[in-house]
Nanobody, 114 residues
Framework: QVQLVESGGGLVQPGGSLRLSCAASRSIFSINAMGWYRQAPGKQRELVATITRGGTNYADSVKGRFTISRSNAKNTVFLQMNSLKPEDTAVYYC?????????WGQGTQVTVSS
């Protein structure tokens, strides 16, 4: 069992930046796959970015603007979001896959608006 707690969301103007954090309640050293997803009002949850031992993967809509990283020492996954657009507005969720188990955080709201 693992709990995930996201933080770092908020209101930002178009073109601005935010850094999301996802803190796990236990070591993520042995965890291969972690990622960020988002869900906008009236839309399905979609993949934003994932990080594994093999590398990183991004949705086409965020490539070149978002960067996912992890700190095993801090048991934390980050999502650096630059050049934010109004269409990035959504609740952002952290995800961790541990074998057959799939864990989700409670989400953090990101609103991009002038």
């Amino acid at each position: 069992q693992v709990q995930l707690v996201e933080s770092g969301g908020g209101l930002v103007q178009p073109g601005g930046s935010l850094r999301l954090s996802c803190a796990a309640s236990r070591s993520i050293f042995s965890i291969n796959a972690m990622g960020w997803y988002r869900q906008a009002p009236g839309k399905q949850r979609e993949l934003v970015a994932t990080i594994t031992r093999g590398g990183t993967n991004y949705a086409d809509s965020v490539k070149g603007r978002f960067t996912i990283s992890r700190s095993n020492a801090k048991n934390t996954v980050f999502l650096q979001m630059n050049s934010l657009k109004p269409e990035d507005t959504a609740v952002y969720y952290c995800n961790l896959v541990d074998g057959l188990y799939d864990y989700w955080g409670q989400g953090t709201q990101v609103t991009v608006s002038s």
